[in-house]
């Protein structure tokens, strides 16, 4: 059994999310906030997955990446299995050892791809329909526990909403929150 193309079909997914998708998205991500005057939104979408923040240390170094961003190098990294084929130790000879290197950069850019459409979902809804997001921000905020620390910023965010819909007269924002405030 081989394995034909993947690499080829991985390559390409692969630069398609980081040459042309992601600073779009990138660029979306800066603008988060603004339509509502929000100082909060954006806390609150930096705390989502995959834009959740990890933070690696080595030695005195201290980096801090998104899920996704990790998800993008640690895909690109994978890259050099395939530029610099290693021999299989040991003599071992079977399908999953010959093929490791693609199988790595398949598993990689699934991953990256699911990561990849999932904080594209929370981009839209971000940017999208303020009753949706208004929606998703008190669902949130309900399902927390009283002692959470995110607590009070979307509590910040729920009361910039009130502001946003008093500004514009939007009853329908009005009324989500209505019944947010009386429930």
């Not at 040991?90 to 950069?105: P, R, T």
């Not at 398949?106 to 208004?134: D, E, H, Y």
């Not at 946003?164 to 209505?178: F, G, V």
Request: proline letters at 4%.
């Amino acid at each position: 059994m081989t394995i034909n193309y993947i690499v080829e079909i991985c390559i390409a997914i692969d630069i398609a999310i980081l040459g042309i998708a992601y600073p779009i998205i990138v660029d979306k991500i800066s603008n988060i906030g603004d339509r509502y005057k929000s100082n909060y939104l954006s806390v609150l979408f930096n705390k989502e997955i995959p834009q959740r923040p990890i933070i690696l240390k080595f030695r005195k170094k201290r980096i801090e990446l998104s899920i996704f961003q990790l998800a993008l190098y640690v895909t690109i990294i994978s890259f050099l299995f395939l530029i610099f084929p290693i021999q299989p130790l040991f003599g071992w000879d079977n399908f999953f050892i010959n093929n490791s290197a693609k199988l790595l950069v398949f598993v990689l850019t699934a991953t990256l791809t699911i990561l990849f459409f999932q904080w594209l979902n929370k981009v839209v809804l971000f940017n999208g329909k303020p009753t949706s997001l208004l929606s998703y921000v008190i669902k949130k905020y309900n399902s927390l526990k009283k002692e959470s620390t995110d607590k009070p910023y979307f509590l910040k965010t729920i009361n910039e909403f009130t502001f946003y819909a008093i500004d514009k007269q939007d009853e329908h924002l009005q009324e989500t929150l209505l019944e947010f405030y009386y429930s």
